[in-house]
Every structure is written in structure tokens, then in C-alpha cells.
């Protein structure tokens, strides 16, 4: 499988002698260490606050080993196949498109309990268009922002049965047609639904882990998922959303990661950071 660092062409600015002289310095000391000495330098800098401000990523400069190494870590780690148990629940396209566009700020586990019931009465999008949004806001209560939810995906409901003819269609763009439909719910239901994988997900878990890692260092879910798409190969990419979903529900939580216990902690830079 071939790994794309994510190098890109630039004119010989300020901006490009540093990452060159970057590039050389992870090369030279090792791709670990030199990342974090990479954030620390930027940081000195003032070029980086982890949030917008550098213009390129540190996965810009880092070596293309690393994000190979961050996915068969966490691979060996999780396994995906025995995790199901703790993501979405669906049987159909219809249902992962509605599940995932309940889960907006609530749970998996929330949302499983919730759509048990919702799917008993509300079972293809035809019954769900023409469901009283009274009840459904009485179902999905336990999820939260429950009206705005319910409006969404009852007009969801209606989209598939006015536009598509009671299927979820399997392109992104159309999908983004969709009421309370962004690019993480596109991606999740093509990849889930359809096996294939167009983009990579990315939630609070995967904006959070991906951040630390010093893999993006953007805040907005849209431009860490193409930073994630450049390092990572299209092979990988449907499982990269498992993985650090997993990798920040156990072990990068948001208020007290266990950084003494993560297996990317040499290669992590947050880590590198908070600990000295």
C-alpha cells in the first residue's frame, strides 16, 4: 500500500524554508522526535496555536512512515469487526442515514435505544415522511436538540421519497442534498451503507485525536478531513473514523486523556507537550 506524506509544492517563501528546514530536522533525528520538536519550534514561533494560524499542517512536514505507523498501531490495538457492538446500529441504508443524523451531539449508545423504537413504528422513509412530528420528537427526546432533529429527519424522509424514490442514493453529492445531512454523515453512510469509502468521517473523537496527533491543525471538521485525506491512503480511510472514534472514547478522552497508557504516546506531540 502506498502512503502519500502529503508533501505539496510551494513558492521558496518564508513558509517553505522553514519546512524544509523542518523536513530535514525530522529526518535527521527521527520522525517521532522531530515532529514534536517541529510543534515546539512552531509554537516558539508563534506560528502555531493549535488551532488555524500555521499554514500547512504538521502532517505537511512529518515523515510518511508516521501516519502508516499511527494506523497499524491502533489497528493491532481495535479490533473493528468485534466492535460493532459499539457504534450505530442499523440493518439498511435508511437507518444508518437516520441514526447518524440523530447522533449529532449525543451518543451511540443513546442513539441505539432510541432508534429500536423509531424504526419499529417509522420502518422505510415513506412512513417516516408522513409521521406527526409530535411523536417523533416524544422518541428521540433522550438524543437532544430533539425538534430540530425531528424536523430534519422527517424532511429527510421526504427528500428520499420526493427525490430518490424511497432510496438513500449512494453519492455524496447527492446525499448532501439531504436535510441535516454534512459531509460526516455522507461519508459514514456511503462507507456503511455501500462499502465504499469516499472521505474519512470525522466527529468530536476524530477532530480531537487527529489535533493531538499533530495529523491537522485545523478546527473545522471539513479541513481535517482533507489534511486526514492527504497523509492516508483511500484504502484506509473507512477505517480511520473506527479507530480514532475508539482511540478517544478509551484512552484520548477530552478532559483526561491517558497518555501514560496510549500506544501512540512516543508519536503523539500533544503528549510530547503536556508531559514536559
Not at 533525528?29 to 514534536?36: E, K, L, Q, T
Not at 424532511?155 to 448532501?176: C, N, T, Y
Amino acid at each position: 500500500m502506498q502512503w502519500n506524506g502529503g508533501k505539496q509544492g510551494r513558492s521558496e517563501s518564508s513558509s517553505s524554508l522553514i519546512a524544509k528546514y523542518l523536513n530535514g530536522l525530522c529526518a535527521n533525528i527521527g520522525s517521532a522526535r522531530g515532529n514534536r520538536v517541529a510543534w515546539s519550534i512552531l509554537e516558539r514561533l508563534g506560528r502555531f496555536d493549535r488551532s488555524s494560524n500555521l499554514r500547512y499542517p504538521i502532517s505537511v512536514f512529518m515523515d510518511s512512515s508516521v501516519p502508516c505507523t499511527i494506523y497499524h498501531i491502533l489497528s493491532d490495538e481495535y479490533d473493528l469487526a468485534s466492535s460493532r457492538d459499539e457504534f450505530l446500529h442499523f440493518e439498511t441504508p435508511y437507518q444508518i442515514l437516520i441514526a447518524t443524523i440523530l447522533s449529532a451531539q449525543t451518543t451511540d449508545r443513546c442513539v441505539n435505544q432510541v432508534t429500536r423504537i423509531l424504526f419499529s413504528r417509522y420502518h422505510d422513509p415513506a412512513s417516516l415522511s408522513v409521521a406527526s412530528p409530535a411523536e417523533v420528537e416524544e422518541i428521540i427526546h433522550a438524543t437532544g436538540f430533539f425538534r430540530t432533529k425531528a424536523r430534519n429527519i422527517i424532511a429527510a424522509a421526504k427528500v428520499l421519497e420526493q427525490s430518490f424514490g424511497g432510496q438513500v442514493p449512494d453519492r455524496i453529492e447527492q446525499l448532501l442534498t439531504i436535510p441535516g445531512v454534512g459531509r460526516k454523515t455522507a461519508n459514514i453512510v456511503i462507507h456503511h451503507a455501500f462499502g465504499r469509502s469516499e472521505g474519512i468521517a470525522v466527529d468530536t473523537h476524530v477532530k480531537r485525536v487527529s489535533t493531538r496527533l499533530g495529523l491537522s491543525c485545523h478546527t473545522d471538521p471539513d479541513h481535517i478531513e482533507q489534511d486526514l485525506l492527504r497523509i492516508f491512503p483511500p484504502g484506509v480511510w473507512g477505517d480511520i473514523n473506527g479507530l480514532f472514534i475508539l482511540h478517544g472514547r478509551k484512552i484520548c478522552r477530552a478532559r483526561k486523556p491517558d497518555c501514560s497508557h496510549c500506544v501512540l504516546h512516543e508519536l503523539c506531540t500533544y503528549a510530547e507537550v503536556n508531559s514536559s
